[in-house]
């Protein structure tokens, strides 16, 4: 008698590409051509400007130059950041302005004991280590690893030489801690005060929750931090520091910080031919929904990936002045949403949200510099759909997991 064997694939259909190995094969040579994009845009800004790109980074260095040679004040003069970087190079490209607060102002000080070259290369990979480091916490599995070293964000951040992945690991690393550690999650988004627009919402979602050890322990380190740096530099830094946040608002009304680099509403409304008035009109608008809506998730939600998502997303639709490279933040609720989706489910047309927002940073910067057309709002908006979506059905099911 013959048995017949169980219906049994084909060996070539084993071997076949399932969705998981073709899309890590396309993260890969993503990631590549990040790579190489990265050294070939370094080694021609090296021979041709005598720095390798990271033009952002310079103003933090001519800031810390500027600081170690005792007239931290002047790091708020735009005409002596470009002059303190081009004594680096004759062509050099010459940087932007300095409106960070002296809170950050101290922390890049050590920057200056360094090369301009040295420590840009030191500063992105330090803090970018950090970042994949914090995002494999929440992705520990082997085949996820490429799509987290291909994140567009990170190359972006990276190109630039800005402090995203820096204030990004400060805001994952706070929602890590919350739970079990309240007090040290305060004490990581009070660092935050280094790019204080960044944690705008985190008093509104705290107080909402309920977490007032956390509220209290965020307080007390911005106060500390500032209150450190203040006497540090002394207290005329502040005013001079008030005064840069005036410029900022009106350089950004006006154009002079670009636009297409921007993931404002603002911004995307300026870039069509928007008049100021309306254009920050809407952008109140956007801003007030998108508060009531943290406020709501996070005393309605109880799970981590909820809460991150709508805090993550609600932060880029408050502030007219928030960056493309800023977008590494997208990082944390893509993590901690995927991390879910793999145990328990993906909801319906979440994954092509979350893709879009995985490709947003680069993406963005393209199709504002090319076609004129700013699509960050939308894309924060979807992300907020999408905890409010998680968020109702937790309520309804009285479970923070959420099967598909």
């Known amino acids: ?144 690893l490429v799509w987290i070293l291909a994140f567009p964000g990170l190359w972006l951040n990276a190109a630039q030489g800005q402090n995203a992945c820096l204030t990004g690991s400060l805001v994952l690393a706070a929602f890590l801690s919350m739970e079990k550690r309240p007090a040290l999650a305060g004490v990581f988004i009070g660092l935050l005060s280094i790019k204080p627009h960044l944690a705008i919402l985190f008093p509104v979602a705290l107080a909402c929750a309920g977490m007032w050890t956390t509220f209290a322990a965020a307080a007390v380190t911005a106060v500390l931090f500032t209150a450190l740096s203040i006497g540090v530099f002394g207290l005329d830094i502040v005013p001079v520091f008030l005064h840069g946040l005036s410029e900022a608002n009106g350089y950004i009304a006006s154009g002079v910080l670009p636009w297409d680099q921007t993931a404002s509403l603002f911004a995307a409304l300026r870039l069509a031919h928007v008049a100021v008035g309306p254009a920050y009109v809407a952008q109140t608008c956007q801003a007030l929904i998108a508060m009531c809506a943290v406020a709501w998730i996070w005393r309605n939600a109880k799970s981590l990936e909820v809460r991150a998502t709508a805090l993550v997303a609600a932060t880029f639709m408050i502030s007219p002045y928030i960056y493309n490279y800023d977008a590494v933040w997208l990082g944390v609720p893509l993590a901690l949403i995927a991390a879910r989706a793999l145990r328990d489910g993906w909801l319906r047309g979440e994954r092509a949200i979350l893709g879009i927002a995985w490709l947003y940073p680069q993406m963005g910067d393209l199709l504002a510099k090319h076609y004129g057309i700013g699509v960050g709002p939308l894309v924060f908006a979807s992300l907020i759909v999408v905890a409010i979506r998680r968020a109702r059905l937790e309520a309804k099911t009285g479970m923070s997991a959420v099967a598909a």
């Open 1 to 144: 008698m013959t048995t017949e064997p169980a219906s049994i694939a084909p060996a070539c259909a084993r071997r076949s590409l399932n969705g998981w190995r073709a899309g890590a094969y396309c993260a890969t040579v993503l990631f590549v051509f990040q790579c190489f994009g990265l050294v070939f845009n370094a080694r021609n800004s090296w021979v041709k400007y005598g720095h390798p790109g990271g033009w952002d980074f310079l103003t933090f260095w001519a800031a810390s130059r500027l600081t170690l040679d005792g007239t931290p004040l002047a790091a708020y003069s735009w005409p002596l950041i470009e002059e303190a970087a081009g004594r680096l190079a004759p062509h050099i490209v010459l940087p932007g302005p300095w409106f960070y607060p002296p809170n950050f102002l101290l922390l890049v000080r050590p920057l200056a004991w360094l090369s301009a070259p040295l420590a840009y290369a030191l500063f992105v990979a330090v803090t970018s280590a950090l970042f994949v480091f914090l995002i494999r916490r929440v992705l520990p599995m082997r085949h996820v």
